[in-house]
């Protein structure tokens, strides 16, 4: 028997407007990371659009190996792609994926969410949903890409470490009720597959144009801090490879790829 306040596969079912995102769903109460069940499955030859969800995961990922906090309440999910794309496109997803999720929060909250390089959907200036996009390539065929979203969507932001909580917020806490998660997932699977489709067209230009509209970044002082380097700069461009663009100090220019980027305040 579900506990109240779980996630009703049949309700997220009945309402799905989409031709592949979610028709088949695997839930779990727990999992210790849907990209990691999401990956198996792929491996297995699951179809596109398939979700692993869980209500928590006990050791859910972030980017730069970073342990992702997923307690209950939140939106925890991982979705197998299988774009017809150069492996060179895939990190490109993650954008795709970002807008969508702006704008269902836009279209069903009416709440202001921003888009953040390279990874991250904020409220406020407060992260409140997370993506970690994972590649199997055979030389530069793409096989699968998983991609896995977490939504701070009814969690209590207090269940967050210390240090975390003045950084994050939660779709509940912004609205000020209750988020009927069945619904927002519907909604941001259809969104997501809109983008998707778009993506797998050739159409990436337009999708980040829609990013860069979404994204308060362009044109501020921000620090970037990667495994091997931190610096400072302005940030004047996401470009077509989704890398970001960083005039240093010195006025040189340097592209991005891989580390997190905050404004500086």
């Known amino acids: ?41 792929a491996g297995k030859g699951f179809e596109e659009g398939t979700l692993v969800v869980a209500e928590t995961q006990t050791h859910g990922k972030g980017r730069l190996g970073r342990r992702w906090i997923s307690p209950r309440g939140g939106i925890w999910f991982s ?54 996009a994972e590649t199997s390539i055979s030389e530069d065929n793409i096989n699968f890409v998983v991609l896995g979203i977490g939504i701070n969507a009814n969690v209590d932001t207090n269940a967050f470490p210390k240090e975390l909580t003045g950084s994050l917020t939660s779709l509940k806490k912004e609205s000020k009720r209750e988020i009927p998660r069945e619904e927002f997932l519907q909604a941001l699977l259809k969104e997501m597959e809109h983008y998707y489709n778009e993506f797998t067209r050739g159409r990436f230009a337009r999708i980040l144009e829609e990013w860069k509209s979404l994204t308060d970044m362009m044109g501020k002082d921000v620090e970037v801090v990667s495994l091997d380097e931190r610096f400072g700069g302005k940030a004047i461009d996401v470009d077509q490879d989704g890398a970001l663009i ?20």
């Not at 960083?246 to 305040?265: G, Q």
Request: glycine share 4%; net charge positive; hydrophobic share 45%.
């Open 1 to 41: 028997m579900k506990e109240k306040g779980q996630l009703s596969l049949e309700k997220i079912r009945n309402g799905l407007e989409t031709r592949f995102m979610g028709q088949r769903i695997f839930y779990f109460e727990e999992a210790a990371s849907t990209n990691d069940l999401a990956k198996e499955l």
């Open 79 to 132: 979705v197998i792609l299988r774009p017809a794309v150069g492996s060179k496109d895939a990190p490109k997803i993650v954008f795709m994926a970002a807008v969508a999720i702006a704008k269902t929060i836009r279209k069903m909250l009416r709440l202001t969410a921003k888009t953040k390089w390279p990874n991250d959907v904020l409220i406020h200036n407060k992260k409140v949903c997370g993506l970690l």
């Open 246 to 265: 960083v005039k240093l100090e010195d006025e040189s220019v340097k592209r991005v790829f891989s580390a997190d980027a905050s404004i500086r305040l």
